[in-house]
């Protein structure tokens, strides 16, 4: 009888510890599920539906029909041309995100992360750019390249015109920015490697550049991964500051796809009605866009961490 | 070394934070505390190049007018809740669920706004005379009346009316008038470089000839073609143009500045220059796609423009214009002769080392409008050239503050030659401002906010608009002896150039129903001059195509739109 209700007892606290299991689990999931349903379902829904939508107003009265017209105005033969030279573009600063800012961010983070001569100040010094508002950066870099350096390159470079160091001096500056950001995630991510599998490569008489190939990247591969797949996520919405540097007016020759897609959008270039047609013209890319970015970066993560180093 | 890095951490830190404190700019609006005992209306107002200067003083006498009126159980008097910043509305969305009732805005496409039914109807308001206090009212003209017939067409939906316009503006080419006293820029009567030939304006001392040698001197007719008026001595053609910048430079003038990062300034000039082309009838087509065009450039089989045998544009027979047709006014030869234009602004066309027309920094991102502004007014304060012709809007003089003595003065355009001498000038308004209601206005303060929107209209307030910015309401009004006489002679300028029979402004939107339906096509910054999805300037296709003609340009848009 008392076994029984000992066993009853063990049952109900068994019960009552599930029950609050799955209160905390619900607890923890609810928000971020929440702020899923809002801010990706909703709003994507609505912007999927745009992608098929008229906007009229012509009479006096909102009028919204369905088509195809938004998808079949990018496949007409002069919106490929403008998009083809940004795919180009947009194309460009992710193979400088990949090949240029991710090797160079990894060495210096290696550099700080081994403490080498005056790492700690370099890491401050790259971390700058990161702490001040890119707008203000945006300033000093037009000045300093329009008025100190202008003699070098025979008058002023950015500006609303094609010249030939413009893509160059903008490049420059997006390199620099996108150090600073990208050094601090690879230096807290090489903290995580054990002293002891260092020491040990030591012991063993690795050099160091055989403890950054074989040691530290296959320890933070998880992040490298992770930033690739940032990096071709954000192909279609990479701006590359033309926006800070230009408003309305970036010299066609330089634009990206994110850039030409914000700058369809905006308010003060094109009003109203037009920007209502504009949304939904913008929409559509930004669906197609999607179609094509999505399974690429899905793939490409899932090919890095099948065929990436192993930390075995 | 621990410490060196710390104190060097610090420095950079510091030079940051100043260099935050430095860029940042106080804002010294009063923060207004309700008045529990009055009723409350709120007022947004897109506070630009104009200025508010004009708005806190018509708000300020409204709240004294409506001092003892009851609008509110146990409230008495109004009281003006200012919200005047560069705030942009963005669509009618963005009027819903906001306490403003009274808005003053700049880029508004009246018919979005319309038919996301956010405006009230003003029809009343528009239909009655103006308010000039409490119980009194103008009784000279009602307040439709005093709407522009080109503004009247668009605003009237079915009879009922939504907004009304607040100001027009143009993008002008201003110039400094003592300027070119003192150093003689002006035409000497009877003078024209009509039949110079190339080597003419290659020659010097041919050019020099036909200025003025004495500011005293007797001037040439201006565009007008008529004399003693206030464009004598200016140029009449663009050749008369062409040799102007080029004695300019003969006399260390920089002809033009303009801002580089802004570049739908230029758009704007090179639209008001087809358009004073055109004339308001051919160029009105634009905002209908319905009428007869009969200023249509002729193509040959391959997209050619075909020239007559005297080396001429021909020009194709008239051509009826609707929907189907629309895209042909891309050939209106007013566009065609804008972009010689356009041309003009960039080279004078010699070819010699010093043939450049603008100051070197106007396509420089960083050269702003507000540079732009001061390097014109200020050359030796800035160790450079002094500048002829400033490019920018109507609401420049307000923002760069400019002290009354200073005399700047606008451009009429010049004519393409001889023969369009004294023909009517047609401008373009561009910035689509309106005044209007909120919709959701609660119904015990809508007729606080009516009151106010019909105070504006009188002519008091609309002259009280023009004393503070030298630039005018658009809406029919005159102004008194009194202002004119106060008003600076940049102000003196525009009201010449408005108040002129023979100038009609015409508001950049779409008029007709079919227009409308292509409004995204209709954008001031695209339509004229595109070659392809973005944005087009002339000015910056000519800097990227240096081999780029006039027509060669014309044929490569009629190539993208046809």
């Not at chain 1, 990894?106 to 990161?130: D, G, Q």
């Not at chain 2, 008097?77 to 403003?100: A, C, S, W, Y």
């Not at chain 2, 023979?502 to 409308?516: F, N």
Request: hydrophobic share 40%.
């Amino acid at each position: 009888m008392t076994g029984q209700k000992l066993n009853a007892a063990s049952a109900v606290k068994k019960k009552m510890s599930k029950k609050r299991g799955m209160l905390f689990y619900v607890t923890m999931i609810a928000f971020p599920l929440l702020q899923f349903v809002l801010f990706y379902v909703i709003v994507n829904f609505n912007s999927v539906l745009m992608a098929f939508q008229n906007y009229d107003n012509s009479t006096g009265k909102e009028v919204i029909t369905f088509s195809w017209d938004n998808i079949a105005y990018f496949f007409s033969a002069d919106v490929v041309v403008d998009l083809w030279l940004c795919i180009k573009n947009s194309l460009m600063y992710l193979a400088l995100n990949i090949f240029v800012v991710m090797p160079i961010s990894l060495l210096f983070s290696y550099y700080v992360f081994k403490k080498f001569h005056m790492a700690k100040l370099f890491k401050v010094i790259m971390y700058l750019p990161s702490i001040v508002c890119s707008t203000a950066m945006v300033i000093f870099y037009k000045y300093y390249i329009n008025d100190a350096l202008s003699g070098l390159f025979g008058g002023s470079v950015i500006g609303p015109i094609f010249n030939a160091y413009q893509q160059g001096v903008i490049i420059v500056f997006y390199l620099l920015m996108s150090f600073s950001g990208n050094i601090l995630l690879y230096i807290n991510a090489m903290c995580q490697t054990p002293e002891s599998v260092i020491e040990a490569a030591n012991i063993d008489g690795a050099n160091e550049g055989r403890i950054f190939l074989n040691v530290v990247v296959p320890q933070i591969w998880g992040t490298i991964v992770s930033l690739i797949v940032i990096f071709f996520a954000w192909l279609a919405t990479n701006q590359a500051y033309l926006f800070t540097f230009y408003g309305f007016n970036a010299n066609r020759e330089y634009q990206t796809i994110g850039y030409y897609l914000f700058n369809m959008i905006q308010d003060g270039r094109f009003t109203g009605a037009a920007l209502e047609q504009n949304y939904r013209k913008a929409s559509a890319l930004g669906l197609m866009l999607t179609l094509i970015v999505a399974p690429v970066t899905i793939l490409v993560r899932n090919l890095m961490l099948k065929y990436g180093p192993k930390e075995d | 070394m621990k410490n060196m890095v710390k104190i060097i951490s610090l420095l950079l830190c510091l030079m940051m934070a100043f260099g935050f404190a430095v860029g940042c700019r106080r804002d010294n609006s009063d923060d207004q505390k309700v008045n529990k005992s009055k009723t409350q209306l709120y007022v947004k107002y897109y506070n630009g190049g104009f200025g508010d200067e004009w708005l806190n003083q018509l708000c300020a006498e409204f709240e004294e007018m409506y001092a003892d009126a009851h609008f509110e159980e146990g409230k008495t008097g109004v009281q003006i809740m200012k919200e005047f910043t560069r705030g942009q509305l963005t669509g009618p969305n963005d009027m819903k669920g906001k306490p403003i009732n009274v808005y003053l805005m700049e880029n508004i496409d009246y018919y979005t706004y319309v038919a996301g039914g956010t405006m009230l109807d003003l029809t009343d308001v528009v239909n009655d005379f103006a308010v000039t206090g409490k119980d009194t009212k103008e009784t000279d003209k009602k307040i439709v009346n005093k709407i522009i017939d080109s503004y009247d067409e668009f605003l009237n939906v079915s009879g009922k009316y939504y907004a009304l316009p607040l100001f027009e503006t143009s993008i002008n080419l201003n110039y400094d008038i003592d300027m070119f006293e003192q150093r003689g820029l002006y035409f000497a009567e009877g003078k024209t470089a009509e039949d110079f030939t190339e080597a003419d304006f290659a020659n010097e001392s041919k050019i020099s000839a036909l200025f003025v040698n004495d500011a005293d001197d007797a001037r040439a007719n201006g565009p007008d073609g008529k004399p003693t008026t206030s464009d004598d001595g200016l140029p009449a053609t663009y050749k008369d143009f062409r040799a102007l910048t080029i004695y300019m430079k003969i006399t260390g003038v920089t002809p033009f500045v303009w801002n580089g990062y802004e570049t739908g300034y230029l758009t704007g000039l090179i639209n008001d220059m087809w358009a004073n082309n055109e004339g308001a009838e051919q160029m009105k087509l634009n905002f209908t796609f319905d009428g007869v065009a009969n200023t249509l450039v002729e193509l040959d089989g391959n997209g050619k423009v075909v020239k007559n045998a005297d080396g001429t544009i021909k020009l194709a027979r008239e051509t009826d214009i609707d929907e189907s047709k629309k895209n042909l006014l891309q050939l209106q030869k007013g566009k065609l002769d804008a972009l010689e234009f356009a041309k003009l602004l960039l080279d004078d066309g010699l070819g010699n080392k010093n043939s450049t027309n603008y100051y070197s920094k106007s396509f420089d991102s960083g050269f702003s409008n507000i540079n732009a502004q001061n390097y014109f007014l200020d050359p030796d304060g800035n160790n450079i050239d002094p500048i002829g012709f400033l490019v920018d809007g109507g609401w420049w003089y307000n923002e760069a503050k400019v002290s009354n003595d200073r005399n700047i003065g606008i451009l009429p355009l010049p004519k393409t030659d001889a023969n369009q001498i004294g023909k009517p000038n047609t401008k373009v308004s561009d910035r689509s401002s309106f005044i209007f209601v909120n919709n959701e206005t609660s119904t015990a303060v809508q007729p606080v906010a009516k009151a106010f929107v019909s105070f504006l209209q009188s002519d008091y307030a609309m002259e009280t608009y023009t004393k503070y910015t030298n630039t005018f309401r658009a809406m029919k009004y005159d102004l008194s002896k009194k202002t004119l006489d106060t008003m600076s002679a940049y102000g003196k300028s525009v009201y010449a150039t408005r108040n002129s029979d023979d100038t009609t402004v015409l508001p950049w939107t779409p008029i007709s129903q079919v227009a409308r339906k292509n409004a995204s096509l209709l954008s001031y910054r695209t339509y004229g001059f595109s070659v392809n999805t973005q944005e087009n300037n002339p000015l910056i296709y000519f800097k990227d195509h240096a081999n780029a003609t006039a027509v060669s340009y014309f044929e490569a848009i009629w190539n993208y739109r046809k």
